[in-house]
C-alpha cells in the first residue's frame, strides 16, 4: 500500500479514508470518533511533501459545496489502484 501512496501524482482521482487504511474494527471506532471521510471523490491539484491539495465535493454536510483543501496522503486513496 504504501508503494501506491508514493505514485500519487496530480490528476490522480482519490477518496478520504481517514482511518488510513485501519482495519475493520478499528474503523468504527474511528467512526465513533467522529473520523468520517470529507468527501467520495477528489482530484489531486498539487503535491508538497506528504501533503496533497485535492479539490472535492464536501459530502459531511447537509447542502454538499465544492472545496479545494490540504489533505494527508496518509489520509488518501486512489479510486483506482489498479494501475
Known amino acids: 500500500m504504501k508503494k501506491i501512496k508514493e505514485r500519487m501524482r496530480a490528476g490522480d482521482l ?3 479514508d ?3 487504511g485501519a482495519q475493520a474494527s478499528l474503523k468504527d471506532i474511528f467512526e465513533d470518533w467522529g473520523w468520517m471521510p470529507d ?8 503535491i508538497k511533501g506528504d501533503h496533497a491539495l485535492v479539490h472535492c465535493l464536501d459530502n459531511n454536510t447537509t447542502v454538499p459545496y465544492l ?3 490540504w489533505y494527508e496522503i496518509s489520509h488518501l486513496r486512489h479510486i483506482d489502484e489498479t494501475r
Open 67 to 69: 472545496k479545494t483543501d
Open 18 to 20: 481517514p482511518t488510513g
Open 14 to 16: 482519490v477518496k478520504h
Open 39 to 46: 468527501f467520495c471523490h477528489g482530484i489531486i491539484l498539487e
